[in-house]
């Protein structure tokens, strides 16, 4: 059985991630006054107001779930390469990657379900060295063809040891939002803020063929607490 590493995440401090603060309040509002429509104009002897508000405050508490933001300590290991997404483990095996390295690696893609957290972060403390959007399709996110045809955002990283690897962000049939906070340039931090996948999709990265990968299909990962491969650090 592959061994996942595993830090400590402090439910108590958990919030709502920024990017979820105006849809949070919007559906707030229309579920307010759908609420009080219902109350006021539906008969409380048929109980159909008391039902419509149970099924808005399920649906408010939904959208706040999906939003959550979770605080997560892990420590700073450079020989760790931890999972950006948290999901359940789809692909690992050996592909071509053709867009930035064009050469074989190792690629591990994590499927994200509308449950889980949605919030993706920095494997390994890195220098960004390529960033590009592709638009595309939306096929289903666990799609073998979904890497290159869906609608995707690709960052390209380099280590201070000189190791280069990429994650790719992909949209799905519900996810139709990519948002990246990495700027080509920009010195990044484990475990810090990469970006975030509005409501289920995607996430690939491409190691070194000789990696040494700690994960298999069907594993549950989180992002910044789950280490997907260890690293040779050593510089040259």
Not at 83 to 90: C, K, N, Q
Not at 167 to 187: D, F, L, M, P
Request: glycine share 8%.
């Amino acid at each position: 059985m592959a061994v996942i590493q595993k830090f400590n995440e402090d439910t108590q401090l958990m919030k709502i991630h920024k990017e979820g603060h105006r849809i949070v309040f919007i559906t707030a509002v229309i579920c307010l006054l759908a609420g009080v429509a219902a109350y006021l104009f539906l008969p409380v002897s048929g109980r159909w107001a008391y039902l419509i508000i149970a099924l808005l405050l399920i649906l408010f508490g939904g959208v706040v779930y999906f939003f959550r933001h979770p605080r997560r300590l892990a420590p700073h290991n450079p020989r760790l390469f931890l999972s950006p997404a948290d999901g359940t483990v789809v692909v690992v095996d050996k592909a071509r990657e053709e867009e930035f390295f064009d050469k074989p690696m190792q690629q591990i893609s994590v499927f994200m379900s509308p449950l889980n957290v949605h919030l993706n972060r920095y494997p390994v403390d890195a220098r960004v060295i390529y960033k590009a959007y592709h638009p595309g399709s939306f096929l289903v996110a666990w799609h073998p063809k979904s890497s290159l045809h869906n609608e995707r955002m690709t960052i390209v990283f380099e280590t201070r040891s000189g190791l280069q690897f990429m994650v790719r962000q992909i949209a799905g049939v519900v996810a139709r939002r990519i948002v990246c906070y990495s700027k080509e340039g920009e010195e990044v931090t484990q475990g810090g803020e990469l970006g975030f996948i509005k409501f289920g999709s995607r996430v690939d990265v491409f190691l070194p063929e000789d990696a040494a990968v700690n994960v298999k299909p069907g594993d549950k990962v989180k992002g910044g607490l789950s280490a997907l491969a260890e690293l040779d650090t050593s510089e040259d």
